[in-house]
């Protein structure tokens, strides 16, 4: 009997390293990213290059993954939808926009969005990719000034059809499968190696100090164009 269960055992354990042996090393996507900020005031441009070392494209194209890239936006800035939508329709870019986006309000009435950018599969040896941004205006305070700005490092995105072929180790989430957003997928937000620092952006506040002169001239110029208007009216034969 003891002589049974020895050979069941050994028989397992050969069973198990034959199916282990035959299995297919999972790959390692290694990522780094840098990122520059371009132009000044309220209307600039990120710019990102997006650069695969491992594994070669042949590899990455066997596994079916996709790669995309997330940027939570904060309330002091936007992603404006219609040069979105123009960037998708020339393929200069496949993104979508998750939340309303009302370009008109000020910051402390706006709220929080996310965009989301899918990557070619086919260039994710060297990819790069400009998004246009725009600071919203911030409520005025005493002595005027400039607002900051701080906008948040994207996250970098991977779809797998079996997440055993890549090693890289992250914590799901839920996003839109494609630009369309027709379905929801689950990614994992995986590490790369950012190139760039923390960045913080100045957006000019008004000065509250000047508020009650500008009062003052804004009802002096009402009154005034209302009286001109009146005295025209009244010279006017009818």
Request: proline letters at 4%.
């Amino acid at each position: 009997m003891t002589k049974t269960w020895v050979f069941t055992f050994l028989f397992v354990l050969s069973l198990s390293n034959k199916v282990k042996c035959n299995r297919p090393e999972c790959i390692k996507l290694q990522t780094a990213i840098t990122q520059n900020i371009e132009h000044n005031g309220f209307h600039r441009d990120i710019w990102w290059l997006v650069e695969t070392s491992e594994p070669s494209t042949e590899a990455w194209l066997k596994t079916e993954c996709h790669l995309a890239l997330r940027l939570d936006v904060s309330r002091d800035m936007f992603v404006n939808p219609d040069e979105i939508a123009e960037l998708n329709r020339t393929g200069e870019l496949q993104a979508f926009i998750d939340g309303k986006v009302n370009v008109e309000i000020p910051a402390h009435e706006a709220d929080e969005h996310t965009l989301y950018v899918f990557l070619n599969s086919s260039l994710i040896k060297k990819l790069m990719l400009t998004i246009p941004i725009h600071l919203r205006y911030q409520r005025s305070q005493i002595t005027g000034g400039f607002g900051k700005v701080n906008l948040r490092k994207p996250s970098l995105l991977m779809w797998c059809p079996n997440f055993n072929n890549v090693c890289n180790d992250g914590l799901k989430v839920e996003a839109p499968c494609d630009e369309k957003s027709e379905a929801s997928c689950v990614w994992k937000n995986i590490s790369y190696l950012a190139h760039f620092e923390d960045a913080e952006l100045f957006v000019p506040v008004g000065d509250l100090d000047h508020y009650p002169l500008v009062s003052i001239l804004t009802l002096l110029l009402g009154c005034a164009g209302c009286i001109y208007i009146l005295s025209v009216l009244s010279t006017t034969s009818m």
